[in-house]
Structure formats: C-alpha cells, structure tokens
C-alpha cells in the first residue's frame, strides 16, 4: 500500500475472524484507506472506504486502484467518518436481520444530517423502519 500503515490493516482483519461477504467499511483521509482497501483485496473481501470530498484525487485514485468502492461524502473528515459507521452498522444489520434498503436510507440521511445540521430532515417510517433505526442508533 505504500506505507506502514499495511501491516496494522491486515492484522485488524485477519485478528477479527472470518471476514463477512459483504466486505468491510473505513473511513480515512489517506494511507489507512489505501491499507484497508489493499487489505481486503488480497484477502478477497470487497472494501469500502468513505473520504471527505476534499481529498486529493490521487489518493481517491490509489483507493480505486486497490479496488474499493470510493464514498466521498462530506467537506470534512468528520462526515466522512461518520456516514462509514453508518454503513458498517447497515452491513452488520445486513447480515444479522437482512434489512438492508432501510439500514443504507438511514446511512445516507445520518451523512446528510451530519454535513447540513442548519436542515430539518423528515422521515416517514413504519413500525418495523423505526425500530430498524432505533437498533442503528444504539
């Protein structure tokens, strides 16, 4: 991956037990991203690595490169961050209840909520979105 930061990706993975289909999620501004994304594909798991929109084409490209999907949310690294929790907690729900299309809403309107605090978002759910979300935001 072009930095130490390697070493640390692939322990974190291959310490955490058999890593789910469904891939695994980080947040970064850099070399953590590219060593996870480098990571995953060699060990054959999907990677998705969110950066703020403010990072530098190159090291999106490098990211790619390795073969993950590239989230750019946010000016800030902080939104960024935020909305891979978001996903990585849709992945886990995923695979625990597979309720995958309001877990990925969720993610996405926790990322705008974080990047526009100033809007009001609304969101109509039933009984089993809401608990859905509660279960998110635990």
Same mark, same amino acid.
């Given at each position: 991956? *072009?930095?130490?930061?390697?070493? *640390? @990706? ?18 970064? *501004? *850099? ?5 996870? @994304?480098?990571?995953?594909?060699? !060990? ?10 403010? @990072?530098?084409?190159?090291?999106? /490209?490098? !990211? ?31 695979? /625990? %209840? ?26 109509? @759910? ?7 979300? %509660?279960?998110?935001?635990?």
């Amino acid at each position: 991956s *072009g930095s130490f930061k390697g070493r *640390g @990706a692939f322990h974190k993975l291959l310490a955490s037990g058999p890593l789910p289909k469904s891939g695994v999620v980080a947040a970064s *501004g *850099g070399n953590h991203g590219a060593a996870v @994304a480098y990571a995953a594909r060699t !060990l054959g798991v999907p990677a998705e690595i969110f950066v703020p929109t403010i @990072a530098p084409a190159a090291k999106v /490209d490098r !990211l790619r490169s390795y073969g993950a999907t590239v989230h750019q949310i946010g000016a800030v690294y902080g939104v960024a961050r935020a909305a891979s929790e978001a996903r990585a907690t849709s992945h886990r729900l995923i695979q /625990d %209840q597979g309720i995958a299309s309001v877990a990925l809403l969720f993610s996405n309107l926790l990322a705008e909520a974080i990047e526009h605090p100033q809007r009001t978002l609304e969101l109509a @759910a039933g009984e089993s979105s809401q608990r859905c979300i %509660q279960r998110i935001l635990r």
